[in-house]
């Protein structure tokens, strides 16, 4: 069995709504039935019990080892901790080969735990060793490692529950949140409009005193010290016990707390300034350690913090019993659990000095055995909720300081001896202010009930009814999709929107464009969603980028599906039919937000078929009033467009609105149908998005298709009394749509340019010059500038042999290079010509033909 051609599927794709790992398998005669192989499956099971069972799949209902390999790659990721639940094995038309499909919830994970159910399936076929407890604690810590921390995970999940969308910008802690002008940004809990300054303020723990006192908070009298020496002075002049820490610093690294001698002091001193320097030295506040979380203007949680702890049984040492305690599953090395492990470390021994102890004390049965002094959950401290327990005088308190310093989501240190009392009544005070604070404590307490602080995170960057979306329209199909999106982007700027926009031409923010090339996928649509200039995003979305990556959106407002045509790109991973195509450009349709719209073209069978997969509501398209679909739709009083008398006209039960085709230039006064088709599909969008009708029509009219705004999409020009078109039409369908357009239009002679492009099937080659010799006098046949795998003067063989039963082509000629093919169809041209040039490297045959023009 080998495995190849691995994809990461990162948004919703053809298979499923979930991120998943596509593979393909190729498993030889006696691995494509299970039953073939003795005592496989029983060999399975032994190295690894958990794993699910296995069905027969495909018509001959064999159970092939591709499928023993999903089924393996799932359990191994849902054992290890990881909530996956979906994977599926298809048979290819290819005889041993599957596509092997598997859910992720992090692809580091997902791409391992496929190599591992490789190497699981091997050793059960070959009889060799596999330790499958080893392997999922390799990815149970895979996971722990990459996976967003607890904090991090609680804000993302609150957004989930809102329906925000979520993209990780980073491996760490970086998350962007909705999406253009309307998202937002956090790092771990931190959000963008956390200031750099108010951070700066609660690193530094000196200012932050100063500035607290100011605003009357109480907090404890000390200052900071230069030496060891100066610490002692300090601790002096407070004549109390002592609390020793760094100034710049935080999750309780280098403090110690309660110290009364010279020598605690001293050592104390030592350990905070290897943390930084200088060291503050202030009065030791006695009673309990809360931390109080502030969002906004509100305190959302409180938690008791108790210092990491062992209790003696008379048997075990201090070490023994520390190891103990750190076997607890909730607690880890990080931050990744709810709890972190107990560190014997210089302070945690110098703790237990002062108790009379050391690591290989055995304390007696239940003595309490403090091992820091200070409870900082990142040091093994525990917590419990007292969130309900908080006197209002308290609270405000937590929130003064918080608001001091500036700082929209605050961690405040707080120790009192009960959080019933106000401060000032009880001697405590306010001992730090933290940026970026843990959420651990609150969100899995160890005692008490757990608090939703990513929820309060959510709410207060995004107010009620906000869900950070600005609106989405994706665009598939086989023809008329960039002009689609173009004249969609044009109608809502309009609107008054700053549109994002991708296409087979590039990248635009508004009137800049921002990349060049085919930026109809994934990738580029990311781009876009993530610029916080954008207002609305029109994305052009191409079967290649669904396949290869999914969707860069989980859901939109609106899909447009312009059309399903003959030959466009069959053949190429594993989509033979136009079936299978369709189902490929039907992922934007199954993704339609609940309130969003489907835009169909009720002329196509295998488009009008997606409208059973719409979440959302459907509207649809064709130029005959009469095509059944338009009928039975708009007799439900549901949405329809259509043309009527010269005019597009738009109905919805009683509604109705008529723009006139000669109101709108992209049709050439209605002359040229594919254009009133995508004119009709961009108005479907803008009705759909809730644009006024005047906008509409506004941007309809000044729509200009040049090749300027439009380039490669039916632009015309004037060559010497001549009329010349050029188009990037590149399959049979577009061909015969471009075919239909220069007939309407009075020719002496017709001359046509065209290449093909090699990752063609030769059938879909052949048609292309088929329908042209039928329709023009004169061909150029040039040889493309990349041939896509085909071997030199293959594709113009293909060419030529579609020519061979042509009823109207007289003059056949063929060149090497697609300008030369340009300047030999010039040359020959006459004033009432007409001259099709089907061009491939669309810029540059722009720009060459603009040259030819200038010269004239």
């Known amino acids: 069995m080998e495995v190849s051609r691995i994809r990461a599927l990162r948004g919703p794709n053809l298979w499923s709504r979930h991120t998943a790992i596509e593979a393909i398998v190729r498993c030889i005669t006696l691995e494509t039935d299970l039953v073939s192989l003795s005592d496989f499956e029983t060999r399975l099971r032994a190295r690894f019990p958990e794993i699910g069972t296995l069905q027969p799949i495909g018509g001959d209902h064999n159970i092939p080892m591709a499928h023993a390999l999903e089924v393996a790659a799932l359990e191994l990721q849902a054992h290890a901790g990881c909530p996956v639940t979906f994977s599926r094995t298809t048979q290819t038309i290819e005889p041993g080969v599957y596509q092997v499909v598997i859910e992720y919830s992090e692809e580091a994970v997902g791409r391992a735990a496929l190599e591992y159910a490789l190497q699981l399936c091997l050793a059960a076929a070959n009889d060799t060793p596999f330790d499958a407890q080893q392997v999922l604690g390799e990815l149970r810590n895979l996971d722990e490692d990459i996976r967003l921390g607890p904090s991090t995970g609680a804000i993302v999940n609150a957004a989930i529950k809102r329906g925000i969308p979520y993209r990780r910008m980073t491996m760490g802690s970086m998350v962007q949140f909705g999406w253009g002008s309307k998202q937002r940004r956090i790092l771990a809990a931190e959000t963008d409009t956390t200031s750099a300054v108010s951070e700066a303020i609660a690193q530094d723990k000196d200012l932050t005193k100063k500035l607290l006192n100011a605003a009357g908070v109480p907090v404890p009298f000390g200052r900071p010290v230069a030496n060891a020496e100066d610490a002692w002075t300090a601790a002096r002049e407070i004549g109390s016990a002592v609390a020793v820490k760094p100034q710049f610093g935080n999750q309780g690294k280098g403090v110690a707390v309660n110290l009364e001698t010279r020598e605690q002091v001293i050592a104390a001193y030592h350990a905070a300034a290897k943390i930084s320097s200088p060291v503050m030295v202030e009065r030791y506040i006695t009673g309990h350690d809360f931390r109080m979380l502030v969002v906004g203007k509100t305190l959302v949680a409180a938690a008791r913090r108790d210092p990491p702890h062992v209790f003696g049984d008379g048997v075990h040492n201090i070490r023994e019993l520390v190891e103990t305690v750190n076997s607890d599953s909730r607690r880890g090395e990080g931050h990744a659990t709810s709890l972190s492990k107990i560190r ?136 008329g999709k960039t002009t689609t999106v173009r ?370």
């Open 344 to 479: 014997l470390d210089e302070i945690a021994l110098a703790t237990l000095t002062k108790q009379g102890y050391n690591a290989d004390s055995i304390p007696a049965v239940g003595a309490f055995v403090a091992l820091r002094n200070n409870a900082n959950l990142s040091t093994g401290g525990t917590a419990t909720d007292v969130t309900d327990d908080v006197h209002p005088e308290l609270a405000a308190r937590a929130i003064d300081a918080a608001q001091m310093i500036g700082l929209d989501i605050c961690g405040v240190d707080v120790l009192c001896n009960s959080v019933h009392l106000p401060l000032e009544e009880q001697g405590g005070g306010i001992v730090e202010v933290n940026a970026a604070p843990g959420l651990r404590m609150h969100l899995a307490p160890s005692f008490g009930k757990p608090r939703d602080v990513g929820a309060a995170v959510i709410n207060m960057m995004f107010a009620n009814g906000e869900d950070g979306r600005i609106p989405v329209v994706a665009v598939a199909g086989t023809n």
């Open 487 to 856: 004249l969609t982007a044009h109608l809502l700027t309009h609107h008054g929107l700053r549109v994002g926009m991708t296409n087979s031409d590039g990248v635009y923010i508004g009137q800049q464009r921002i990349d060049t090339g085919d930026c109809s996928g994934p990738k580029s649509a990311r781009n876009v969603l993530a610029h916080p200039e954008v207002d609305a995003a029109v994305l052009e979305t191409a079967r290649g980028g669904v396949l290869r990556e999914g969707l860069a959106f989980d859901r939109c407002n609106v899909a447009i599906v312009t059309n399903i045509g003959i030959g466009d790109h069959l053949g190429l991973n594993y989509i033979n039919t136009t079936e299978e195509l369709a189902v490929v450009k039907r992922v934007i349709v199954e993704n339609v937000a609940p309130h969003g719209v489907a835009v169909l073209n009720a002329a196509d069978p295998a488009v009008v078929k997606m409208a059973g997969a719409c979440p959302g509501s459907v509207t649809f398209f064709a130029q005959d009033r009469q095509n059944p679909v338009i009928s039975t739709h708009c007799a439900r009083g549901l949405r329809v467009i259509f043309t009527e008398n010269e005019h597009i006209v738009a109905r919805e039960g009683e509604f109705e609105q008529r723009i006139a085709l000669a109101d709108i230039p992209l049709t050439r006064n209605g002359s040229i149908a594919f254009q009133i088709d995508n004119a009709m599909s961009a108005i479907g969008a803008a009705w759909g998005l809730g644009l006024p009708w005047d906008i509409i029509k506004l941007g309809l009219t000044d729509f200009v298709n040049d090749a300027q705004t439009a380039p490669g999409r039916f632009n015309v020009f004037d060559y010497r009394g001549a009329t010349l078109i050029a188009d990037y039409g590149h399959n049979p369908d577009a061909i015969l749509a471009l075919v239909a357009a220069v007939d309407r239009m009075p020719a002496q002679r017709r001359h046509v340019v065209i290449s093909g492009a090699g990752d063609r099937r030769d059938e879909d080659i052949r048609q292309q010059t088929e329908i042209l010799g039928d329709a023009f006098d004169d061909v150029v046949l040039y040889q493309d500038q990349c041939q896509r795998g085909r071997a030199d003067g293959e594709v113009l063989a293909l060419l030529r042999d579609g020519l061979a039963n042509a009823s109207r082509a007289h003059q056949i000629s063929e060149i090497n290079g697609e300008f030369n093919a340009i300047d030999l169809a010039l040359s020959r041209v006459q004033p009432g010509d007409v001259c099709l040039i089907l061009i491939d490297q669309v810029e540059e045959a722009l720009a060459h033909i603009a040259k030819r023009i200038g010269e004239q």
